[in-house]
């Protein structure tokens, strides 16, 4: 079987350190089967250990909030042990993580299931199956390596499992295919889940502290990126839209006859209609009646999909005939011409991370970490982008008018979510705004950047659909 990961991610956290001591975050991200596979975690930092059940209802795809540690000192080699266990208390996997703490930080530690063949010496964790130094910078790739650059990179598994490319490892998803009583087991394919709760053993032995950790992964400093991952919380994503012009975000009204599946992307396909993509769906939505209109698969769309994870899709300016761009979770993307009469996809080209055009490499381009949104605003009416036209190439005027727009993140823990505004004609990324001051998320109701999962421009104003 190919080798996998362990992908260790730090992210900086925003503002200035706490005069009473540094603060430092852990969180938890995993393609073994929480619940099955693994049901307790435990984390360890300068000798205070907590524990945190994990159950078949929490992502560790997207991972989850283990542990936060404050007061403490500067430290050039802060050690983070994270240790996963079955519910007798078994190991399974041990990482350890060696951060430079001089100011409040955060610490993602991303372990693979390929991992527990690979057994490494005194120093040493596990990266795409081979050891690597535990200070080994995450951003470096002459010190970590790459093991893709696109899921197509990385070979298949089980039917069930979907093959998922992020920061240049590869992970295995869940499809959703399995169906009730049963769990993807990206070796074997669907199995049926274990009798009775799978971690009530573990369970058992966890104190109050471990649940208070475990009922506050939504409420941590990220905006609400970590709902959803709690236990008990509903599948699917609700509507909300900002109508140009005004201050609050509201349902939009739309027919109850639509996707009941998380939506993944959505773009607009005609001018008065929105394409929404789940993993095995497209819906159409006429926007001026608000009901749902037609449904088609997926892969019979965009077939060049059919094992890969799409992150967003978005009608792509300047290009005739319309051009379509899906782009991958890795940054990169696929172009289509698009036909919105006939609603088809003929396929173009690829262009893979490393090869996007010059100006992705702007400190303004979006994070490739976690993207969330992308629209295209075809002119900027409400003014939430400005940018020197003596500086910035903006059509030679003097305002923004059409731009493409991102929603993005550079990583896990209390993270900085970006807005970024791309100017199609000039090639050039305008400079980027913190989400919390972007205009259409200081408006009143606007969710949290963390909680969308796709967003098209419609009527005069961004849609978003928020995970519930």
Do not use: K
């Amino acid at each position: 079987m190919p080798s996998r990961l362990l992908l260790i991610a730090l992210v900086a956290l925003a503002g200035a350190c706490d005069p009473s001591g540094l603060l430092l975050i852990v969180d938890l991200r995993s393609d073994l089967v929480p619940g099955v596979e693994v049901n307790v975690a435990e984390v360890t930092v300068g000798g205070r250990t907590e524990r945190v059940p994990l159950t078949t209802v929490d992502d560790l795809i997207a991972g989850v909030r283990l542990a936060e540690y404050g007061g403490l000192v500067a430290s050039p080699e802060r050690r983070v042990q994270v240790t996963l266990l079955t519910a007798t208390g078994r190991e399974v996997l041990t990482r350890t993580v060696l951060v430079d703490h001089q100011r409040d930080e955060g610490v993602v530690v991303l372990i693979s299931r390929d991992c527990r063949a690979v057994s490494c010496g005194s120093g040493q964790t596990c990266h795409a199956g081979q050891c690597v130094d535990e200070d080994c910078d995450t951003q470096d790739p002459s010190c970590l390596g790459s093991e893709c650059n696109e899921d197509a990179d990385c070979p298949p598994l089980a039917p069930c499992a979907a093959a998922e490319c992020a920061a240049g490892a590869c992970l295995y998803v869940d499809r959703g295919t399995c169906g009730a009583g049963a769990y993807c087991d990206p070796e074997r394919d669907c199995s049926p889940l274990p009798d009775g709760p799978s971690d009530a053993g573990a369970d058992a032995s966890l104190t109050s502290q471990d649940a208070g950790i475990d009922a506050g992964l939504s409420a941590g400093p990220d905006g609400g990126s970590d709902a959803g991952v709690d236990a008990g919380a509903p599948t699917g994503t609700s509507p909300l839209y900002l109508p140009s012009g005004e201050s609050n975000w509201t349902d939009p009204g739309l027919s109850a006859d639509g996707p009941v599946d998380n939506v993944i992307a959505a773009f607009r396909s005609q001018d008065d209609e929105v394409a929404v993509l789940t993993s095995d769906d497209v819906f159409y939505l006429d926007w001026r009646s608000r009901s749902w209109t037609a449904r088609t698969s997926r892969d019979a769309l965009l077939p060049e999909w059919a094992d890969e994870s799409i992150g967003e899709a978005v009608i792509w300016p300047g290009f005739t005939p319309t051009r379509l761009r899906v782009f991958d979770t890795s940054g990169g993307w696929r172009d289509y011409e698009w036909n919105g009469f006939a609603r088809t996809a003929r396929f173009i080209e690829r262009i893979a991370a490393a090869d996007r055009p010059p100006e992705w490499a702007s400190s303004d381009a979006p994070e490739t970490f976690t993207q969330n949104a992308i629209w295209w605003d075809p002119s900027n009416v409400d003014n939430w982008f400005d940018a020197d036209p003596g500086t910035f190439c903006v059509r030679g005027g003097p305002r923004v008018t059409s731009h493409v727009v991102f929603v993005s993140t550079d990583g896990f823990g209390p993270r900085v979510w970006w807005v970024s505004g791309l100017e199609p004609d000039c090639r050039e990324f305008l400079p980027r705004q913190r989400s919390d001051a972007y205009g259409a998320f200081t408006s009143i109701g606007a969710p949290a950047p963390g909680d969308i999962s796709a967003a098209a421009f419609i009527g005069g104003g961004p849609l978003v659909f928020v995970r519930r």
